[in-house]
């Protein structure tokens, strides 16, 4: 494993993370404390210890199953987590952004998590509206100085969403996390620059493009399952993407290597980029995300090195 300074957190993170959305309950499967401690022993032993989850990622489920897995061995883990929505079911959500609601949020995360503190909280995809609200950043500021939060961050709801990202520091944020995979560069036109500028730590979300850079698909494929957030997504999108995703399969990915892992370690590859966090399914999932650590990757457009920092 390799890891990298989370921006100006000075905080060393793996490459690799693991994104736990799916550990939520909504995607199909109600995983079991015995099934996410396997996955999460396996990626420590790997020298994964960065964990990102959410507060509606179930109503707290994701982080009680965390929490739950990870009791005794907390300092081993950088554990990321966000604010502002409440789950309602069926991938919906309600908006809580007041400060003192998202007050409430930290005290059930912490609880949920069994901790107390958490290493990086993010504001969760909110409206600009939520993000201007000084009695928020404040109020997390005080957090901050109490010890509950290590750092915040900014999930940003819009991969192109330049004034959040050029605010961060404003409101006292040091990561932000984006979207980004080879089938959706648009970070890099505005928002990696100025991650750069402004020393922020880049957490990459959905590098597989939820499944399309997985190697698993083929042109013609459906995604019928109601539990399944892609059958919701417009069909001719679904099949142009899955057209490019082939195309690169077959033009872009070095014969012999896994092109899920391929496409982590090119997300890595490009200097803004602190760590991608892909979902995990299974502890086989865990080792084959692992490997695009060990995976040098020259792209014409970035050709530096994969580590840095």
């Known amino acids: 494993m390799k890891y990298r300074r989370l ?8 490459v690799v993370g693991i994104g736990t959305w799916q550990f939520g309950g909504e995607w199909g499967h109600d995983y079991q404390v015995a099934e ?36 005794g061995r907390r300092d081993e883990w950088f554990v990321a987590t ?8 069926d991938f919906q959500r309600d908006q809580l952004w007041s400060a003192d609601e998202v007050l409430r949020q930290l005290d059930a995360s912490l609880e949920a998590l069994r901790t107390d503190h958490v290493d990086l909280y993010q504001f969760h995809s909110g409206s600009h509206d939520a993000f201007e609200n000084a ?50 560069r648009t970070p890099e036109q505005d928002v990696f620059p100025v991650c750069q500028d402004h020393d922020l730590g ?11 850079l997985s ?9 019928d399952d109601a539990s ?31 092109m899920a892992t391929w496409a982590l370690a090119w997300c890595l590859q490009h200097p803004a980029v602190t760590c991608v966090i892909p979902g995990c399914k299974s502890v086989a ?14 792209r014409d457009d970035h050709p530096q090195a994969v580590t840095k920092g």
């Open 215 to 223: 190697g698993r698909y083929r042109p013609g494929a459906t995604f």
């Open 228 to 258: 399944d957030v892609r059958s919701r997504h417009d069909p001719t999108t679904v099949q142009r993407k899955l057209e490019e995703a082939d195309r690169i399969r077959r033009d872009e990915v070095p014969e012999g290597v896994a």
């Open 285 to 298: 999932q865990v080792e084959a995300n692992a490997h695009a650590a060990d995976l040098d990757l020259v």
């Open 135 to 184: 009695d928020l950043w404040a109020a997390l500021a005080e957090q901050v100085s109490a010890g509950r939060i290590r750092h915040l961050g900014i999930s940003i709801g819009r991969n192109d969403d330049v004034d959040q990202t050029s605010r961060a520091r404003d409101v006292g944020a040091e990561a932000i996390q984006v979207v980004y995979n080879r089938l959706d």
């Open 82 to 89: 966000k604010f502002g929505h409440r789950y309602t079911g």
């Open 36 to 71: 996410v401690r396997a996955i999460l022993d396996r990626a420590r032993e790997l020298g994964v210890n960065l964990l990102d989850t959410a507060e509606c990622y179930g109503d707290h489920v994701s982080e009680r199953l965390i929490g739950e897995a990870i009791e």
């Open 7 to 14: 921006g100006s957190t000075e905080m060393p993170v793996s």
């Open 202 to 212: 880049v957490l990459a979300r959905v590098p597989l493009a939820s499944g399309f």
